[in-house]
């Protein structure tokens, strides 16, 4: 494998960033995951649009253009014969002092590796999945906006290792006020009377690349799509729950602490919506 480090193409061994990079330092720092599929990169576009708007937020300027951002990842994918996999996009502050002062950082450093991603296994997406509400809360988007994609992963990887202690996967995350977020590393969906539901971004949650597109499918297919705020309640007496994300796609969801979601089966939108990602998985993207 060949990864870019700062417009350069590394062996595996020999890709490395300094010890004194504040992405390592204190996780100063900004990333995205995305999809190969079938020799073309999915919403390419709106995982760099996502990426500037993290830097934006940080005020961290990323040494290239948008457009440069993009011909980088799909050259990457080339270097790397790379049809279908996973690439992990990740700009640094860059090399700095020991102390935290982002100014004392001249440049940003920008790695792209073109690899794989190890999905749930194959019988999650037939029998579902089964989650737990986590103690730890999702961050406040008044201390940390849960909105950028920061190297700074350690509310989800806590909330993680509760799930985990649980015996299970994926754990949703609650904000401070008790109403439904996200999971560490998914959005979170209901079906409920015919409506498919999910939490408003306000409520905590990143801007899914892939919540996006499931809603528009969702709409597509006749389905109403709201974003109301969620309670575990809501969770609870849902007819169908299901996860998002490009790393996961769309993974069904049959039990939440405990309690049965529906008939305890991957339901019928579920199914339908999984079907209709993976035919435009199939047609769309940037070629490479
Ligand atoms: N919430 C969080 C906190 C995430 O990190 C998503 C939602 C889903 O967003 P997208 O845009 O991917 O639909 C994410 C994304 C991994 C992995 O290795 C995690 C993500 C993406 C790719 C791989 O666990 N998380």
């Given at each position: 494998m060949r990864v870019y480090i700062d417009g350069k193409y590394y062996d595996e061994a020999k890709a490395k960033i300094s010890v004194f990079d504040h992405g390592l330092l204190y996780g100063d720092g900004i990333f995205e995951g995305i999809r190969a599929y079938h020799g073309r990169v999915f919403k390419l576009q709106e995982h760099v649009d996502r990426l500037y708007h993290s830097a934006k937020a940080l005020l961290l300027t990323i040494p290239m253009s948008p457009p440069e951002m993009m011909r980088a990842v799909v050259a990457t994918c080339?270097?790397?014969?790379?049809?279908?996999?996973?690439?992990?996009?990740?700009?640094?502050?860059?090399?700095?002092?020991?102390?935290?002062?982002?100014?004392?950082?001249?440049?940003?450093?920008?790695?792209?590796?073109?690899?794989?991603?190890?999905?749930?296994?194959?019988?999650?997406?037939?029998?579902?999945?089964?989650?737990?509400?986590?103690?730890?809360?999702?961050?406040?988007?008044?201390?940390?906006?849960?909105?950028?994609?920061?190297?700074?992963?350690?509310?989800?990887?806590?909330?993680?290792?509760?799930?985990?202690?649980?015996?299970?996967?994926?754990?949703?995350?609650?904000?401070?006020?008790?109403?439904?977020?996200?999971?560490?590393?998914?959005?979170?969906?209901i079906v409920r009377d015919d409506e498919v539901l999910t939490p408003p971004l306000a409520a905590g949650a990143l801007y899914g690349i892939t919540r996006r597109v499931v809603m528009e499918l969702a709409e597509e297919a006749g389905w109403r799509v709201r974003e109301p705020n969620l309670t575990r309640y809501d969770l609870f007496n849902a007819s169908e729950c299901f996860l998002t994300g490009t790393g996961a796609e769309i993974v069904p969801v049959v039990k939440i602490d405990g309690r049965v979601i529906g008939s305890g089966k991957p339901g019928p939108v579920t199914r339908q919506l999984m079907e209709r990602y993976h035919a435009l998985t199939r047609v769309s993207g940037e070629p490479i």
């Open positions: 080339r270097k790397n014969r790379l049809r279908n996999g996973y690439i992990r996009l990740v700009v640094t502050r860059g090399v700095g002092t020991l102390g935290l002062n982002p100014n004392r950082c001249k440049q940003g450093s920008v790695i792209i590796i073109a690899g794989q991603i190890q999905l749930y296994p194959e019988a999650y997406y037939r029998n579902g999945l089964a989650i737990v509400t986590v103690p730890t809360v999702r961050n406040l988007h008044s201390a940390l906006n849960p909105a950028i994609k920061s190297l700074n992963y350690l509310n989800n990887i806590l909330a993680k290792i509760e799930a985990n202690n649980a015996g299970v996967e994926e754990a949703v995350m609650l904000n401070a006020e008790g109403y439904v977020a996200e999971c560490t590393g998914d959005n979170l969906f």
